[in-house]
């Protein structure tokens, strides 16, 4: 199924699709800073974007859909992070007083990082464990979505969960 550059108010399936895909990305905004420069709605756009550019998948089902669409999200934050991180570097020095300092929050930004290369090393030791976080904290599925996603038991995704969380938990500080 191609999708369009924006769904089409006339066609209802990539209507839900979007919808689908916002409501992922709104869950995904929510852990990030206010004032954070990309929105849930610029975020599920460029996802919309690339996954219309997938031209040779072709979507088994709402789930694929969705799984690919969490992937799509991650690298997006990925890359705005990084992005922000080079510019930062590259920004003009501006002095700050103590209590003006004390007002500049530190951002999530950072956490996204953190995150993306605590997922890798955890990809390392344990693939399956790693697209279940995936699935869950990038793309906003269901245990059971992810189940039927990876063709697993929903014992088996809910295992795979609470051992991937407790590893981000050791890895991130308690930051998890």
């Known amino acids: 199924m191609p ?3 924006r769904p ?15 409501r992922c990305a709104s869950a995904q905004m929510w852990r990030e800073t206010p004032g954070h ?7 599920a756009h460029e996802a919309w974007m690339r996954l219309n550019a997938q031209s040779r998948t072709e979507w088994a089902s709402r789930s694929h859909f969705l799984g690919v669409a969490a992937l799509m999200m991650r690298r997006i934050l990925v890359n705005h992070a990084l992005a922000k991180r080079a510019a930062k570097r590259e920004a003009e020095l501006v002095p ?3 209590s003006e300092a004390d007002h500049i929050a530190p951002g999530l930004d950072a956490d996204v990082l953190r995150v993306h290369e605590a997922l890798e090393a ?15 904290f990038f793309g ?3 245990l059971d979505e992810i189940a039927d996603l990876l063709s697993l038991s929903r014992s088996t995704v809910k295992r795979d969960w609470a051992l991937a969380r407790a590893w981000l938990h050791r890895e991130l500080g308690g930051a998890a």
């Open 96 to 98: 700050l007083t103590l």
């Open 37 to 43: 420069t990309l929105s849930a709605t610029g975020l």
């Open 3 to 5: 999708l369009d550059a």
């Open 122 to 136: 955890l990809e390392r030791h344990d693939e399956r464990a790693a697209r279940v976080v995936e699935l869950k």
């Open 140 to 142: 906003g599925l269901e």
């Open 8 to 22: 089409s108010p006339d066609d209802p399936l990539s209507q839900s699709l979007y919808e689908d895909l916002h």
